[in-house]
C-alpha cells in the first residue's frame, strides 16, 4: 500500500471549552470543524489543524464532560507530536510557563530538543524542534507569532512494553486489556504491510518512515519499560489515522490488510474522508483516510469551524441535537 504518512489523530477529552481553549489560544491551532461524533451524536467531534486543517495537521476530540481520566502508557498511542521550527525553543519554554502549562524540561531526541507538554486532560503532547526542513504553512493565529508556530503533526509514539513472550494478543483485546504485548508484531505490519522503514534507532526508540519521509510521516515505537500501563479514557489517543492520496489508493491498502486477516472495516464516509479501519496487533486502533475532499467540503475556508457541521444523514436532526450538546465558549 502507499501511505503518505500521518493523516489525523483523534483523542479523548472531557470538557469541551476547555479543551478548545487550549489548543486554539494555548497551541495557536485553528478550529477546522466542529461537528458531531457520528456514530454518538450526543458528543462533539472537535477539530484542530492548520489554516485548512491539512491532512498530517489535525488532532481531533470527542470531549465528554462525564469522561474518566485515563493515562497515557503501553497499549497506546502514547504520545503525539507537532514539528515546530528549531529556533522557536525559547519562545514556546517562556510561553508554556507564562501560561502556566503543565509540561517537561526539553529533551535531546535524535538531532532534536523536545518539549513534552500536557493538555488539560493529560494527553501527552510534544514539539519537536525539528532541525530537518517543514514547510508547511502554519495556521494564522492571534497568539502565536507564524515563525514559531506548530506547523502539523511530527510523528505518533506508540508505546509497547517488550515482552519475554513473544505471543501476539487476541488482535480484539483492546490496548489496555492485553496481558502481554509484542513490539515485534506491530513493527512487522508497519514494515511488512504498511510501506514503513527503520528511520532511526536510540535506545528504546526506534523511528519508522514512509513515502517521502520528514516531519509528519514518522511512527515511533517505544519499548520504554518505564513507562506504565495505559489507561483509556480522556486523556488518551482514540485511534491513529494514516494518509492515502484517494479512493484507489484506499481500495489497494484494504485488499492487502484484508488478505492478512487484519479483521479491517469496509469504507466508512466520514463526510472531510473516507476511511477504513483495523487494530494492529497490539490492539491499538489505526484508521487509514483519503486525503479528499478535505474540511472545506462543507463550509467555506474563512468561516472553517464557526457553525455545527452534521452530516447530511443526521442533518434533520439538527435541532435536537444541538439541543442536546453542552455549550461551547
Ligand atoms: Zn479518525
Known sequence: MQLLGLHHITAMAADPSRNLAFYTRVLGLRFVKKSVNQDDPGTYHLYYGNH?????????????????RGRPGHGQAYATAFSVPADALTFWQERLVRLKIDHLAAELRFNDQVLTVFDPDGLRLEL????????????????????????????????????????APKADAGGSDAAQLNPAATVALLTATMGYRLAAQAGHRSRYTVATGGPGAYVD???????????????????????????????????????????????????YFKSIYYREPNGVLFEIATDQPGFTVDEPVETLGTRLSLPPRLEPHRAEIEAALPKLD
Open 128 to 167: 519537536v524542534f525539528t532541525v530537518e526542513t517543514d514547510s508547511r504553512p502554519p495556521a494564522p493565529s492571534a497568539d502565536v507569532p507564524a515563525a514559531h508556530a506548530i506547523r502539523g503533526f511530527h510523528s505518533s509514539t506508540i508505546a509497547l512494553a517488550a515482552s519475554k513472550h513473544l505471543v
Open 52 to 68: 485548512v486543517g491539512s491532512p498530517g495537521t489535525a488532532l481531533t476530540f470527542f470531549p465528554q464532560p462525564s469522561l474518566r
Open 221 to 271: 515505537i517505544l519499548t520504554d519499560p518505564g513507562v506504565p500501563r495505559g489507561l483509556d479514557g480522556a486523556g488518551t489517543i482514540h485511534h491513529v489515522a494514516f494518509r492515502v492520496a484517494d479512493d484507489a489508493a484506499q481500495c489497494v491498502a484494504h485488499t492487502e490488510l484484508t488478505n492478512i486477516g487484519a479483521g479491517v472495516s469496509p469504507v466508512i464516509d466520514r463526510a
